[in-house]
């Protein structure tokens, strides 16, 4: 698309890659690089993006491969990034211990919520923001992420199973 | 004891990723599962406790404006880039001209020929937006048949207004709403019943990025599965889109065009 729409187009999404950028990087500093740099390759790249498509997902792309290829995101990837698929039974979810309808009643505290996404691993994290925060489709995932679509929905079953005991946790102490 | 059903078949129908077809055979496999029941409402309560994580920080104003500036300068850098090469190039009318020319104008056969897949991609994605919203165990997030609850809902979540036209004593019945996007932008999402089909009533403030995506007017017209209808009524694009008959989609339709002139 041409650059002069490109103000008018992404500004908007400013705060909401900051967000995301906040939660990926972890601190204040690498988060503010992190969308500056963001918006220099989306402007210089914008001519490559295709109008009718999703702005926010094209922004979340250039923003995690950005991400990746910075220190906090080496850092993230050597310890807890990219994990071996696990396709045994490690996406089978915790059993429920409680009836539905408690679930439903029970509300977690904001900032339980919170400590439990900061508490997953970056990729897990990184999924749940995609799909929650940034609303973006499995399709739309698939690109961002660069993985096959059936990867998106077991990476993400996982990380909700992964959350769910982190709040499981949190609320019952087990 | 657990079900056999793939947990991720669960957690796509509750994003929205599965075809109405899907959806349905999903639905009624849950109605007759208590544990994949459970299993629903706790990925519902997952999926609602992260709705926090929005907006969970925010940019330092002071730096947000410096770099906000920077990245006008540098857009405006941009666009003055390509000025300056064009007011440099002159066009003689020599044989690399003619062929620049013959190039244009198939460049310009491609553009138009983008530009319909670029509307037929927007078309597909209010298709969508109907679909996903029929598909969802919680469709709407204002339940009410009372126009009078769900055009106050939309007040400071969407930034326009408009009128939901009274369908007491009409076939139609309002199920209630849902604030959406489209290539960006917040609307509003009504959901009308009509029989055993939903029809979706997509509004927009109108845009030069949706002028481009979607026909300014058209008839109801069948596209794909669905019937479609779209108008612009002042500052407000309409998007009306259903599986019901033509027909219904159309005094649909009317009666929006009533309430809206």
């Given at each position: 698309m041409d650059p002069a729409h490109f103000e008018q187009m992404a500004l908007p999404l400013f705060d909401q890659l900051y967000n995301l950028a906040h939660w990926l990087a972890g601190n204040r500093t690498d988060a503010e690089d992190l969308v500056q740099e963001t918006y220099a390759k989306a402007l210089k790249g914008f001519r490559s993006f295709e109008a009718g498509t999703n702005l926010r997902a094209w922004m979340c792309r250039i923003l995690r491969n950005t991400f990746l290829t910075s220190r906090a995101g080496l850092a993230a990837r050597k310890t807890s990034w990219l994990e071996d698929e696990d396709p045994e039974g490690g996406e089978a979810l915790a059993a429920h211990a409680d009836t539905p309808e408690r679930l439903l009643l029970e509300q977690e505290s904001q900032q339980q919520v919170m400590d439990a996404l900061a508490s997953l691993a970056a990729g897990d994290r990184e999924i749940l923001l995609l799909c929650e925060v940034e609303e973006l489709s499995y399709r739309e995932m698939a690109q961002v992420l660069d993985v096959p679509v059936g990867t998106v929905m077991s990476r993400l079953s996982r990380a909700r199973a992964r959350l769910r005991a982190a709040l499981g946790r949190s609320n019952h102490g087990v | 004891m657990a079900c056999e059903l793939n947990p991720a078949t669960l957690a796509a129908y509750l994003d929205g990723e599965l075809t109405s077809a899907e959806a349905a055979t999903l639905e009624q496999h849950v109605r007759g599962c208590a544990w994949c029941a459970g299993e629903v409402a706790e990925l519902m309560h997952v999926r609602r406790s992260l709705r926090v994580a929005r907006g969970r920080y925010t940019p330092d104003p002071a730096w947000k404006k410096r770099v906000l500036q920077e990245i006008g300068a540098g857009a405006r850098t941009t666009t003055r880039a390509g000025a300056r090469w064009f007011d440099r190039t002159r066009l003689e009318w020599s044989p690399a001209a003619i062929a620049a020319a013959v190039v244009l104008v198939l460049l310009a056969a491609v553009w138009i020929q983008q530009r319909s897949t670029v509307r037929n991609e927007t078309f597909r994605e209010v298709a969508d937006l109907h679909v996903s919203d029929v598909a969802s165990a919680n469709p709407v997030d204002v339940v009410s048949s009372d126009r009078h609850t769900v055009k106050p809902w939309f007040a400071g979540r969407v930034p326009f207004s408009f009128n939901v036209p009274e369908?007491?004593?009409?076939?139609f019945t309002l199920i209630g709403g849902r604030v959406v996007y489209l290539e960006q932008e917040p609307g509003a999402q009504l959901l009308v019943a009509v029989g055993p089909h939903r029809i979706s009533v997509l509004i927009f403030r109108a845009s030069p990025e949706l002028e481009r995506a979607l026909p300014s007017e058209s008839g109801v017209q069948r596209r794909d599965a669905f019937q479609m209808t779209a108008w612009r009524s002042g500052d407000l694009r309409f998007f009306v889109v259903s599986d019901a008959e033509a027909g219904e989609v159309g005094k649909l339709a009317e009666l929006l065009r009533q309430a809206n002139p």
């Open positions: - | 369908l007491a004593g009409t076939e």
